[in-house]
């Protein structure tokens, strides 16, 4: 095997990682968007930020990225509270529109399937 069938490959690799990152950030963008409408809350800078990715089996026992995406949202127009989308794969996992949301806690979740 040559190292520019490899090259080739890794290339196509990483491309395909970061198209697949790209999706998943639209799609978060949208479910954000759609919580906070549904939630009467503006979703503020129409964007989200990946905090978190890693390894995780769906349902099926197969491996995928699982990526947390998180955003900012404002429920009386003049403050800025966190929000979360959990992803996995391509299938939003949660969404949660807590303030008070801080890692290893529960926090209120809205379960939006597609």
Same mark, same amino acid.
């Given at each position: 095997m040559s190292w520019e069938i490899l090259l080739l490959? =890794?290339?196509?690799?990483? $491309?395909?990682?970061?198209?697949? /990152?790209?999706?998943a950030r639209e799609q978060a963008v949208a479910i954000?968007?759609?919580?906070? &409408? *549904? $939630?009467?809350?503006? !979703?503020?800078?129409? @964007?989200? @930020?990946? %905090? %978190? =990715?890693? =390894?995780?089996?769906?349902?099926? /026992?197969? =491996?995928? !990225?699982? %990526?947390? !995406?998180h955003f900012e949202f404002s429920d009386t127009g003049d403050n800025r509270r966190p929000g979360v989308v959990r992803m996995l794969? *391509?299938? &939003? *996992?949660? &969404? @949660?529109?807590? /303030? *008070?949301w801080q890692p290893g806690k529960e926090a209120s979740v809205t379960r939006l399937h597609n």
């Open positions: 490959g =890794l290339f196509g690799a990483a $491309a395909s990682y970061w198209y697949a /990152g790209m999706q954000g968007r759609r919580a906070c &409408v *549904e $939630a009467r809350a503006q !979703f503020l800078d129409d @964007s989200v @930020s990946l %905090r %978190r =990715l890693r =390894l995780a089996r769906n349902a099926d /026992g197969q =491996l995928q !990225f699982q %990526r947390d !995406f794969g *391509e299938r &939003v *996992e949660w &969404v @949660s529109l807590d /303030g *008070e």
